[in-house]
Nanobody
Framework: VQLQASGGGLVQPGGSLRLSCRVS?????MGWYRQAPGKQREMVAA???????DYRSSVKGRFTISKDNENTMMYLQMTRLNPEDTAVYFC??????????WGQGTQVTVSS
């Protein structure tokens, strides 16, 4: 399983960004995690190949996770961003052998 994330950047508070992750391999679920400086990595959103979705409470209603039907692309649409969303965002895929694979991180900075 291989993953490649893209789409981070600098955005003003209240703005939007869309992250993308290209996935290859046999997987059962995918997700986005983030890690802010000095903090532990945390789950942001997750989606199974049959479409079940979960969000951390602080992003519900602001972030939307989605994927393509072939399970080769995953997206995170982020709206109403605030400085607390600043972090390095990682995409994760869980293989059909239930092994976790991580993509490289992409920096999201929310600042005026």
């Amino acid at each position: 399983v291989q993953l490649q994330a893209s789409g981070g950047g600098l955005v003003q508070p209240g703005g939007s960004l869309r992250l993308s992750c290209r996935v290859s391999g046999n997987i059962v679920s995918m997700g986005w995690y983030r890690q802010a400086p000095g903090k532990q990595r945390e789950m942001v959103a997750a989606i199974t190949i049959d479409g079940r979705i979960d969000y951390r409470s602080s992003v519900k209603g602001r972030f939307t996770i989605s994927k393509d039907n072939e399970n080769t692309m995953m997206y995170l649409q982020m709206t109403r961003l605030n400085p607390e969303d600043t972090a390095v965002y990682f995409c994760l895929a869980v293989s059909d052998q239930y092994t976790n694979y991580w993509g490289q991180g992409t920096q999201v900075t929310v600042s005026s």
